[in-house]
Structures are given as C-alpha cells and as structure tokens.
C-alpha cells in the first residue's frame, strides 16, 4: 500500500501541481486510499499514512524537492507525518461514512449510496485532510499563508476528483464482468468506445468544445453496459480531459491555471456522478424487475400447486358423494321392500281378510298404514334424489293426449284434499295444443309434486292447475293456491335440499326434498321454475318446458 500510495502520489505530482504548494489538481491516490480501505478494511491505513510520508520525501529531502523552498528538515518530517495522518484519516473516514450512511456491499448499485458516496466519502471526508496537509505546508513555511486558501481549495478538490475518479473503477473492476460471446454485443461496444475516442479527441487534442457530445455517449454505455461500462467509459473520457487540460488543449484552459483545473474537475465530476447515479438507477430498476418475475414465477408455481391439490381435493368430494348417493340408493332400495310389506299386511288386517277388527283396532292400523305411507314417500324421495345426483336419470319421451294426462293426475291428487275444504280444478287456455311429446312419469312427479304442495299449504281455499303454451317453442303449467304463501327470502330458499320454511310448515308433514326434486325435474327437461308468492294470499308456481307438438290424430 505504502509503496502504491508513494508511487501514485510522486506521479500525480508530475503534473497538475498548483503552485505554490504540493496540492494537486487530480490526486489519484486519494482514491486508491479508499479503494484499499474498502477492501482490506482499517488496518491498510499505517500503510497510507507511509506511502503519504515517503510520497512528500521533497519536504525532508531539499535536494530532490520540486518546489524549492530551503527548510529545515525536521520541519519537513513533521509535515509530511500530519499530511500522512490526513491522508489516512482521510480514507477511512471516507470508507466509514459510506458503510455508515451507504450501502457497503453494492456501494454503486442503489442511488442513494452512489449520492453519500459522491457528497460524505469524497467531498466531505476530503474536507479534513485538506485542512490537515494545507495548514501544514503554511505552518511549515512551505508555502505562504497568504496561499492558505487556494491551496486548502485545490487540495480538497484534488482529492475528492482523486476519489470520484478511481474508487469506483476499482471497486467496480475488482470483479470482472461476464464476458458476452455476443458479437453484436461486442462490435456496439467497440463502436461506442471508438465514438468516446473520437468526440475525446476533437475536444481535448483538437480543443474544440464539443466535450459536452460525451455524455450523450457515456449514457448509452451506463445503459447497455451497467456499472462496469460507467466507471471505464468515465475513467477514459476524465484522463482526455485531464491530458487535454494540462497540455493546454481543452476549453476548460483558462489564464489561471487554478481555474482551468476547477472547470476540468466539474466537468469530471459531473459526468461521474451523472454516470453512477443513471447505473444506480438503472441497477434499482433491474432488481426490481427480477423480484417481480421471481414473484410471477413463484405465484405461477404456487397457482399450480393449489390447482393440482384442488383437483385433487374435487376428485376425493366427487368419489365421496359417488359413494354416498350410491349408498343412499342402495339402502333406500332395501327399505322400501319390509315397507310395502308392512303396507301390504296393514291393509290385509285392515280389510278384515284376516278376522273382524273393532273399530279402535281399524283406526289403529290406519295409523300404521298412514305412517308407513309418509316413511315410503320419504325414501321415494330420497331415492330420486340420488338417482339424479348420480346422473341415473334418462329421457323417455310419448306423445300424451294433453286434457286426458292432467285429469289423471288430478283424480290422483284429489284424495289428498279429503279432510280440507279445499276445491281443486284444471283451466286450459285457448292456445293449449292437444298432444305434445312429453317425459311422462317426470312431469307427473312434478306435477303432483307442486300440487301436493299446494294442498299441504292451504287450509282452505282453491287450487288450480293451468295449462297453456307460451309461443310456438315453450308450454307451461302453473298451479296457483290461495294458501299460506311465502315470503321472498323464504323463496330464495325453497329449492335447496331439506329447506324449509320453518315457522310456517313446523306442523305439516314434508322432507323439504320435493321442491328440489322438482327443480332438478325441470332443468333436466331443459325447462324453467318460476315463483310468484305473497304470505297470507297464495303462492303461484309456474314450469316452462320446451314444446313439442304431435300434429295429426
Ligand atoms: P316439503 O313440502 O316436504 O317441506 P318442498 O321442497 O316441497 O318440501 O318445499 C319446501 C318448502 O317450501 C316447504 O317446506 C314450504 O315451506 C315451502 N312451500 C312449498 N310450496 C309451497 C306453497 N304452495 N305455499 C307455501 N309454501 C310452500
């Protein structure tokens, strides 16, 4: 390090040197200070604080000194030790600042570490040595105090130009970067480093002012090139521009050579910090576009995972109902043969065929019978139920002669009103075609379903059933009472499974399937349900079914 820092110092000297003074315009090893600092942490400083001492050996040693002032050479070792200090103070606290407000790890990769970078680690932790190695040289004699200030400016600016300059090339190229087999990658980097060469040389050989062409260039290669195109791209175009100025040939040249170096360390300052922030930026904008695909990625993954297990999920639910429905077919099968014999026998001893009954044992077994009449329509139910849910259920259509099919089934249902004050009839309109083509047994069931209804939920009042066509395409039925009706929420309700209207129905008999029976009849039959009720009036039910007409005899 030591050697290094000597090294780099006595060759910074050789040019850019401001007079009087040992300030110089660009100190490179300023920002190979730092550099060093952050790679092999606090314990290199002893060494920046030699190579700083052996680099000033002009103040020690007047027979090589370069400025020329006879002095003692205590005076000048003790110089050269407080400007050593400075310089080791100089690169740590420039190293702590950034790993105290920066991002230590990816110094140049977030803008907001490339800005303590450029504002802490350079211009302000230069602001001490500058301080240091300015007074020093006064205090020493070395140079006049009236040159306190331009020297303590040139020194602080040449420092912190050092370390804009250099820390980040060699952070940066410390690793490689890969290296593209690419070849339209390789021959626009070529073209891009012969348009950086060109327009540098036009400005700073030719010395015509045109420098400012540069950054439009330096832009394009932060963008296609990252970081590692920044700090190389910057690196050239500020040695042009320093080689420019100090051989005169640049329009940073002024008639104070002071200035001519303050205009040459904006400029480079600028393109740096324009560069690093635009490859900060840039890097913040790559990462996030990264995490967003990693995140798409693992979302995508993770909607499969739930996908498959779901598939999973339904096809275990599916097997289960299979087997429930299959179960419930099987056992509702069972049931109904010991049923009909018990109906069977209670009507045997009912009709005496086995003896005389006193009239309490006939009433008695009318209870039975009635019972086991409801526990048969249940499992009827029940077992329609899981035929359908099973897919069991199939299409077998007849022509039926319209009048004659309804008039059956009222004759059927008519018993059901026996004990009620109930008066059922039938009323065709006009339009009611004579024979239609029809699933029988399926619109009987819905038909006795609806009507059944109709009478359980009337205490008394009338009941019609309605036939008629829509249009050409659609026939109905509609069964009207004037019963206990049904709110609207409650009809939301009525279709699903076991509901029912609770308060209304608690003491007539039902499973609460019929309804929903009755439904999935309908939407089998590719037709339609639609209710119309008002509590304490009526309910109206209307199936709309596909018509097909039989014409002819
Ligand atoms: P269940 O009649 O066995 O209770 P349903 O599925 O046939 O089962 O009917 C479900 C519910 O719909 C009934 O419990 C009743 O509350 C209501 N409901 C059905 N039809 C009528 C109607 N015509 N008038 C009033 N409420 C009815």
């Not at 820092?5 to 050789?14: E, F, G, P, R, V």
């Not at 001490?128 to 600016?157: D, M, Q, R």
């Not at 097997?319 to 099987?330: E, G």
Request: proline share 3%; aromatic share 10%.
């Amino acid at each position: 390090m030591a050697i290094t820092y000597a090294l780099t110092s006595i060759l910074s000297q050789q040019f850019g040197v401001i007079p009087p003074g040992n300030a110089t315009a660009i100190f490179a090893p300023s920002g190979i200070a730092l550099a060093a600092v952050y790679f092999f942490g606090y314990k290199i400083a002893p060494g920046i604080l030699l190579g700083s001492f052996l680099g000033n050996n002009s103040l020690y040693v007047p027979d090589f000194g370069t400025i020329g002032f006879e002095k003692f050479q205590f005076i000048g070792l003790v110089a050269a030790l407080a400007i050593g200090i400075g310089a080791a103070i100089e690169a740590s606290l420039g190293y702590y600042l950034l790993k105290r407000f920066g991002n230590i790890k990816n110094p140049f990769g977030q803008v907001r570490s490339v800005w303590v970078f450029v504002l802490l680690s350079a211009l302000a932790s230069c602001l001490v040595n500058a301080t240091i190695g300015s007074s020093s040289l006064v205090f020493g004699e070395f140079a006049p105090p009236a040159a306190h200030g331009s020297i303590w400016l040139t020194w602080w600016l040449g420092d912190a130009a050092g370390i804009i300059i250099l820390t980040p090339l060699l952070i940066t190229w410390r690793r490689l970067p890969k290296i593209s087999n690419d070849g339209s990658l390789v021959l626009e980097s070529a073209l891009a480093f012969v348009a950086l060469m060109s327009i540098g040389t036009v400005a700073f050989v030719g010395s015509f002012p045109i420098e400012y062409l540069l950054i439009p260039i330096v832009v394009y290669i932060v963008l296609r090139f990252g970081l590692h195109g920044a700090t190389l791209a910057t690196f050239l175009v500020s040695g042009f521009a320093i080689w420019g100025t100090v051989n005169g040939n640049s329009s940073f040249v002024q008639a104070d050579v002071n200035d001519s170096f303050l205009f040459l360390q904006a400029f480079i300052s600028t393109i740096i910090f324009t560069a690093l922030t635009l490859a900060a930026a840039d890097s913040e904008r790559r990462l996030a576009q990264g995490e967003l695909e990693a995140t798409n990625r693992n979302l995508e993954k993770r909607v499969i995972e739930r996908t498959q297990e779901l598939a999973i999920a339904k096809e275990d639910a599916e097997s289960a109902s299979r087997a429930k429905t299959l179960f419930i077919a099987q056992m509702s099968h069972e049931f109904r043969t010991p049923l009909n014999a018990v109906i069977g026998y209670s009507d045997i001893l009912q009709m005496g065929m086995l003896g005389d009954m006193n009239p309490d044992q006939t009433e008695r077994i009318g209870f039975i019978k009635q019972n086991a009449n409801r526990l048969l329509g249940l499992i009827n139910d029940t077992l329609d139920i899981s035929q359908i849910e099973a897919g069991k259920m199939t299409l077998n259509e007849s022509r039926v002669d319209v009048h004659h099919f309804f008039e059956e089934i009222l004759q059927g249902v008519k018993s059901l009103t026996a004990k009620k004050q109930i008066t059922i009839k039938t009323h065709y309109h006009p339009n009611t075609p004579e024979r239609i083509l029809i699933d029988a047994p399926k619109v009987q069931q819905i038909v006795v379903n609806l009507v059944g209804n109709a009478i359980k939920f009337t205490p008394q009042g009338e009941i019609t059933i309605e036939v008629g066509a829509h249009n050409a395409q659609e026939w109905f039925l509609r069964v009207r009472d004037t019963g206990i009706g049904m709110s609207s929420e409650s009809i939301q309700k009525i279709f699903n499974e076991y509901q029912r209207v609770e308060k209304d129905t608690k003491n007539i008999e039902g499973s609460g399937l019929g309804l929903s029976i009755t439904k999935r009849l309908v939407e089998f039959l590719n037709g339609r349900v639609d209710v119309q009720s008002e509590i304490g009036k009526g309910s109206v039910f209307t199936i709309t079914l596909p018509l097909h007409v039989i014409e002819g005899a």
